[in-house]
């Protein structure tokens, strides 16, 4: 499932906010990123997703986190050897009964 087609709006939000931080490289990959898992973890306000197989344990070596300046809510990338591998969004709920909604 592409990002850009559940949840357009989010995809748009993540491309520029990744260019207002610099980062056009991470930018051009929001276009093809794929919703492998949405977060299991039953927090009511967690609205995270996979955008590569989720790791047994820690990301290893190459890993990155960037705290995104969202307007709303909480955005963080993991991002592994130049790749977003997670997306972590909290309290949005909008986003939340999406992904539920795609991936029950």
Do not use: W
């Amino acid at each position: 499932m592409l990002l850009t087609e559940i949840l357009p709006l989010l995809a748009d939000e993540l491309e520029q906010l990744l260019k207002k931080a610099g980062k056009p490289l991470l930018a051009a990959q929001v276009s093809q990123l794929t919703i492998v898992e949405r977060c299991r973890c039953g927090d009511d306000f967690c609205a995270s997703f996979y955008t590569q197989p989720k790791p047994e344990g820690k990301y290893g070596p190459g890993h990155d986190c960037m705290d995104l300046d969202a307007a709303e809510g909480t955005l963080l990338l993991d991002v592994v050897d130049g790749t977003i591998a997670h997306v972590e969004i909290l309290n949005r709920d909008n986003i939340r009964q999406k992904l539920i909604t795609a991936l029950p």
